[in-house]
């Protein structure tokens, strides 16, 4: 079965970690039987430079028919002057995809505990999927941007809370069974119909499934406070971004977290939580694994490959337990020798 994968390098340590995405899929797909397909397109900074527009329209065409997407990242300082910015190109993307469930697994790996900022006897068992909506929200509200006035709308409408709630529950069916939706309902009118909507849901739909509500300010804290106590975490935009980065963090670093986009009407964007990172790009500092992880996450939502998705995740866990690992996760290696480590161990574990 042959497939069609459209990589979006981007801008900073995108194309670094897009490299190890490819290689990671290129090194596994013979042993499950698949033959894959890449194209590499611009996007972001880089395609601001090239063709003067973050999301030009080859590179929309490509991802619209491609079986799945990877992106790098995008952004970086030297656009940040004012005319088109690079992360409109990632948003208009999310959008065209209509990829509006972001999943972001936090797991600890075993035997790196200690590269928790948490103390690990805190951090211990810590294994959460935050759900977050992604094409919804103050993201895509109207704006006005002035001189002396902006703002963003924020708005969701029941649809839009609802299919994204589905998702949570779908996957707190497979996990532990609990959701817990993370809003700020004390405030934000959105955030009331938001509750209002998930509640019912659950009562309707998923009854079996543990619901619990948090405000967006003191889930903050409780991430900190006992990051093990969570299963699924259901979250709007901004809120779901915000509370990504931090969790990623407990376990060791943001260079190890994946994330998969889907859609119902295309085999989805996959992409690491990070950023460009412009502070470390093209120094072969960048973290990897967050990239391999979002490939095997497209494997086995995009391509059906649970057994080649796994494949990647041991091989992951395999070396990082090993102390294979670049200098945020306290190792030594650059990039290129993590990437070619997992492929390697890849290929021994086939
Ligand atoms: P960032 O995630 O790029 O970096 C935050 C910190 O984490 C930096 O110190 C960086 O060096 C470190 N870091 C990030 N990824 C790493 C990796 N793989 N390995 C090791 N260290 C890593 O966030 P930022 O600095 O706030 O943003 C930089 C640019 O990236 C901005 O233009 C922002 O808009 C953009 N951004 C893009 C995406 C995306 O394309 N999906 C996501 C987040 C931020
Ligand atoms: C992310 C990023 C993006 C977001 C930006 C670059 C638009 O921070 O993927 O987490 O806020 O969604
Ligand atoms: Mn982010």
């Given at each position: 079965?042959?497939?069609?994968?459209v990589l979006?390098?981007?801008?900073g340590?995108?194309?670094?970690?897009?490299?190890?995405?490819?290689?990671?899929l290129?090194?596994?797909?013979p042993?499950h039987g698949l033959?894959?397909?890449?194209?590499?397109h611009?996007?972001g900074?880089?395609?601001?430079d090239?063709?003067?527009?973050?999301?030009?329209?080859?590179?929309?065409?490509?991802?619209?028919?491609a079986d799945?997407v990877?992106?790098?990242?995008?952004?970086?300082?030297?656009?940040?002057?004012?005319?088109p910015r690079?992360e409109a190109?990632?948003?208009?993307?999310?959008?065209?995809?209509?990829?509006f469930?972001?999943?972001?697994?936090?797991t600890?790996?075993?035997g790196?505990?200690h590269l928790?900022p948490?103390?690990?006897?805190?951090v211990?068992g810590t294994?959460?999927?935050?759900?977050?909506?992604l094409?919804?929200?103050i993201?895509?509200g109207?704006?006005?941007?002035g001189?002396?006035?902006?703002?963003d709308?924020?708005?969701?409408?029941?649809?839009e809370?609802?299919?994204?709630?589905r998702i949570?529950?779908?996957a707190a069916?497979?996990?532990?069974?609990?959701?817990?939706s993370?809003?700020k309902?004390?405030?934000l009118?959105t955030?009331r119909?938001?509750r209002?909507?998930?509640v019912?849901?659950r009562d309707?739909?998923y009854?079996?499934?543990?619901?619990d509500h948090v405000?967006?300010d003191?889930?903050?804290?409780?991430?900190?406070e006992?990051?093990?106590a969570?299963d699924v975490?259901l979250?709007?935009n901004?809120f779901g971004?915000?509370?990504?980065?931090e969790?990623?963090?407990i376990?060791?670093?943001?260079?190890l977290a994946p994330?998969?986009?889907?859609?119902?009407?295309?085999?989805?964007?996959?992409?690491p939580?990070?950023?460009?990172?412009?502070?470390?790009?093209?120094?072969?500092?960048?973290?990897?694994?967050g990239a391999m992880?979002s490939?095997?996450m497209l494997?086995r939502?995009?391509?059906d490959?649970?057994?080649a998705a796994?494949?990647?995740e041991r091989a992951?866990?395999?070396?990082?337990?090993?102390g294979v690992?670049?200098?945020?996760?306290?190792?030594?290696?650059?990039?290129?020798?993590?990437i070619a480590?997992?492929?390697d161990?890849i290929?021994e574990?086939?």
């Open positions: 079965m042959s497939h069609t994968i979006l390098p981007g801008d340590i995108g194309p670094e970690v897009a490299a190890a995405a490819r290689a990671v290129e090194a596994v797909a042993h033959s894959l397909t890449f194209e590499s611009d996007i900074g880089c395609a601001i090239a063709h003067g527009d973050p999301f030009p329209e080859a590179t929309a065409k490509a991802c619209a028919t799945a990877f992106l790098g990242a995008v952004g970086g300082p030297k656009w940040d002057g004012g005319g690079p190109g990632l948003l208009a993307l999310r959008k065209t995809l209509g990829a469930a972001n999943l972001r697994p936090i600890l790996f075993p790196l505990e928790s948490l103390k690990e006897e805190r211990a294994d959460m999927l935050i759900v977050r909506e094409t919804g929200g993201y895509f109207d704006k006005v941007e001189d002396d006035h902006a703002s709308l924020c708005s969701y409408s029941r649809d809370v609802e299919r994204i709630a949570a529950f779908a069916r497979e996990r532990k069974g609990r959701v817990t993370v809003d309902a004390n405030v009118a955030s119909l938001w209002k909507t998930v019912a849901l309707a739909d009854p079996d499934v543990e619901l405000l967006v003191a889930m903050a804290m409780k991430l900190i006992q990051p093990s969570f975490i979250t709007e901004m971004d915000i509370l990504s980065d969790a990623s963090v376990a060791g670093s943001i260079g994330s998969a986009s889907l859609s119902q009407t295309h085999g989805g964007l996959y992409e939580i990070h950023g460009s990172a412009p502070d470390i790009a093209g120094q072969g500092k960048a973290n990897p694994i992880l490939a095997a494997l939502h995009a391509l490959a649970g057994g796994a494949h990647i992951v866990a395999d070396c990082l337990a090993g690992g670049t200098a945020d996760i306290g190792g030594t290696e650059h990039t290129d020798a993590v480590a997992v492929c161990r290929g574990a086939g």
